[in-house]
């Protein structure tokens, strides 16, 4: 059994200046054993003094590629570069998060503690097992060295689908049993993936979540709040075990997905707001990501290419540089349950109706739809089903054509009900039973 060193959080104080998180010469390499390295995260919460600076931000998900470079073709990065992309950043947080252990990026973790930083270290984990094998001995390479205050072992790797289950354990507790013990080994992924593989977090150290408020369609303003949400489920399934943020962001450009709008002003709003949630909540988050980087738009479309705190020539973007500087923001993240809407098909569509719900657990949380066609209400998507459940990322997916002119309905009616609840089983009805006036509610109309 690993006696991995307490991962404890301390508590938010914003104001006090007194505590260095390292002595550092900028510029020049630690000399010597390296230091001993405190808890993983105890000091997460204080304004870290990095490069003579009071820092904010707990940690950054830094990847160092520029223009004509691209991991996937092997592209190389010199340890001046690591150090020049890096140098950009390092005053502002205290940890930076890496995603890979080759082709130069193995540098990282001295690098970054040479400029005061503490480095979580990633291998990426693909479909490859001898590539990863190489990624896995590369990344235990560096945490024996010192250079490592926490790995992590692959990156979304159970959601793209590169590896089981099964095997994706087998790595974990390869690198566990190969690690100094102070150093915690994390898995990475999806949050509601992980909550599909309690046996992935039982058998990591940490466990990292990935949440994209972004990429479900939600609006921005309801972003702090979904995460909210979506963190609570994965700490209440993880027991005891620690549990930080390892990605969320908004792009500055791009794609609209349903409400959710990439711009400037959201990208900037976003990034204050899920800041000042993760410092009220104590959470350990790293921001995603550094720098603006080109080659992504290959694989995500052309908001792949805008997720950076930094344009991707290294210069602060204007829209993002409150958070840095500790402006905190108001609680947009606590409130009572509520429902909402993503998707109103247009009428004669065969479209779903879509939403989310806030607040509302979906294992005790069910969605009653009623539509109104000619005069009177009817349940959807039938009476033999009269209640859809809610998805662990708080989405929800209702079919209201299923039989006659249902693509003709003028006026929807959404509740969010309890589980255990009895929903009346209209079919056709002149009126909606006024006792669902006491459950959250919205109503949508549709014209022509």
């Not at 990156?155 to 289950?165: F, H, I, K, P, T």
């Not at 806030?358 to 009177?376: E, F, W």
Request: hydrophobic share 45%; glycine share 8%.
């Amino acid at each position: 059994m690993r006696h991995v060193r307490a991962y404890f959080k301390v508590a938010s104080t914003l104001i006090v200046l007194t505590c260095l998180a390292f002595a550092i010469q900028p510029g020049t390499a630690a000399s010597g054993p390296a230091p001993a390295r405190q808890d993983a995260s105890a000091q997460s919460y204080f304004p870290l003094a990095v490069f003579g600076k009071a820092v904010f931000l707990h940690g950054l998900n830094f990847s160092p590629y520029m223009d004509g470079q691209n991991p996937d073709w092997g592209s190389v990065v010199s340890e001046a570069q690591l150090r020049s992309r890096m140098v950009v950043t390092a005053p502002h947080t205290g940890w930076m998060r890496t995603f890979g252990m080759d082709h130069g990026l193995e540098r990282s973790g001295r690098v970054a503690h040479e400029m005061g930083l503490k480095a979580a270290l990633g291998a990426w984990i693909g479909s490859s097992h001898s590539s990863n094998q190489a990624q896995i001995a590369a990344l235990i390479k560096a945490a024996r060295a010192g250079e490592a205050d926490m790995v992590i072992v692959g990156s979304e790797a159970l959601y793209r689908g590169d590896v089981s289950e099964a095997r994706l354990l087998e790595y974990i507790a390869q690198v566990q049993a190969a690690v100094p013990e102070d150093v915690p080994v994390a898995v990475a992924d999806v949050f509601d993936v992980l909550l599909a593989h309690p046996a992935v977090m039982a058998a990591a150290d940490v466990v990292a979540i990935n949440m994209y408020p972004y990429w479900n369609g939600i609006p921005v303003e309801d972003g702090p709040a979904v995460l909210d949400d979506w963190y609570a489920r994965v700490q209440a399934a993880a027991g005891d075990k620690p549990v930080i943020v390892s990605e969320t962001g908004w792009p500055s450009c791009g794609d609209t997905r349903l409400l959710a709008v990439p711009s400037p002003e959201n990208a900037g709003s976003y990034f204050r707001n899920v800041t000042a949630w993760a410092r009220a909540r104590k959470i350990d988050l790293f921001y995603f990501e550094a720098f603006d980087e080109s080659w992504k738009a290959l694989k995500e479309g052309p908001q792949g290419a805008c997720w950076g705190v930094w344009d991707k020539t290294g210069g602060l973007k204007p829209w993002m540089a409150a958070p840095l500087g500790g402006q905190s923001a108001a609680d947009t993240w606590s409130g009572d349950p509520a429902l909402k809407l993503l998707h109103v098909p247009a009428l004669n569509s065969f479209d779903d109706l879509q939403g989310y719900v806030l607040h509302a657990d979906p294992a005790t949380h069910r969605i009653l739809v009623y539509i109104r066609v000619g005069g009177g209400w009817w349940i959807k998507p039938t009476a033999a089903e009269p209640q859809t459940t809610i998805r662990a990322n708080s989405l929800w997916t209702v079919d209201i054509t299923t039989g006659g002119a249902d693509q003709t309905a003028t006026e929807i009616a959404v509740y969010l009900v309890p589980a255990a609840f009895d929903p009346p089983l209209l079919m056709g009805a002149a009126d909606l039973p006024a006792g669902l006036a006491a459950y959250p509610q919205v109503h949508a109309t549709r014209s022509p």
